[in-house]
């Protein structure tokens, strides 16, 4: 059973940096195809992809938001880790966790995700 | 990158109605880098088609997906009350991966 949970602060004052955690289960990010990346969706919004990191370190990034972001994987703890610098109120949004599968770029399993608010 | 463009914006139907969503790229996406989401109100979003017509794990084959190069269509045969949400469509043809604007599928 393949299971992701985000994990992070609800809430980061503006100029700070996000870090969030993706912890997942029921797969390996050892293994070919597999990735795991993350979107967000600001209140009432679509989705925006942010970044995707694969089984055999490939990163990629949003082109408008590749400057803030890094993506890194741990993968004995079976998590990713996404942050974002310089965070801004337009930056509220929940944030997902998602597997990809590199063989057909899509995201079959989700996580729950997490509500991020930028207030001073 | 590759704009992906749905419409309507909001469909208002009722149960038991055929639903037709369209995706429009503004480029050719290959047909196995297309899939199709489906949010209901706070809820995570959950892959229903991939690879333009592939229905995931678990769906209903009253959902399907069809279109090739810039034109692709969700379709939704007969609306059952749990199918009323927000719809995306998504590409990976392309770097970096996109996804459409949403369609609402409103009870009317």
């Known amino acids: 059973q393949v299971t992701l949970r985000e994990s992070g602060p609800a809430l980061v004052k503006p100029t700070q940096t996000l870090t969030l955690t993706c912890t997942f289960s029921?797969?390996?990010?050892?293994?070919?195809?597999?990735?795991v990346g993350w979107v967000r969706q600001p209140p009432g919004k679509a989705l925006e992809w942010l970044a995707r990191?694969?089984?055999?370190?490939?990163?990629y990034y949003s082109t408008s938001l590749k400057t803030r972001l890094t993506i890194s994987k741990d993968t004995s703890k079976n998590q990713v880790v996404l942050t974002m610098t310089n965070m801004d109120p337009v930056d509220t949004a929940t944030y997902y966790c998602?597997?990809?599968?590199?063989?057909?770029?899509?995201?079959?399993?989700w996580g729950q995700g997490s509500l991020v608010t930028v207030s001073s | 990158e590759v704009v992906l463009t749905q419409s309507p914006g909001t469909l208002s139907l009722s149960p038991g109605e055929r639903a037709t969503l369209s995706c429009r790229a503004s480029?050719?996406?290959?047909?196995?880098?297309l899939a199709w989401y489906q949010q209901r109100p706070g809820q995570a979003p959950r892959l229903l088609i991939y690879?333009?017509?592939s229905r995931a794990t678990g769906i209903p084959d009253r959902f399907s997906g069809s279109g090739s190069e810039t034109d692709f269509t969700l379709t939704i045969s007969r609306l059952e009350p749990e199918d009323f949400a927000v719809y995306y469509c998504?590409?990976?043809?392309?770097?970096?991966?996109?996804f459409g604007g949403g369609t609402k599928v409103e009870i009317k």
């Open positions: 998602a597997r990809i599968r590199h063989s057909g770029g899509f995201l079959d399993y």
């Open positions: 029921g797969f390996s990010l050892t293994t070919t195809d597999m990735c």
């Open positions: 990191i694969d089984w055999n370190g490939d990163k």
């Open positions: 480029e050719t996406v290959r047909s196995p880098y």
């Open positions: 690879g333009t017509s």
């Open positions: 998504q590409q990976y043809y392309s770097s970096p991966l996109t």
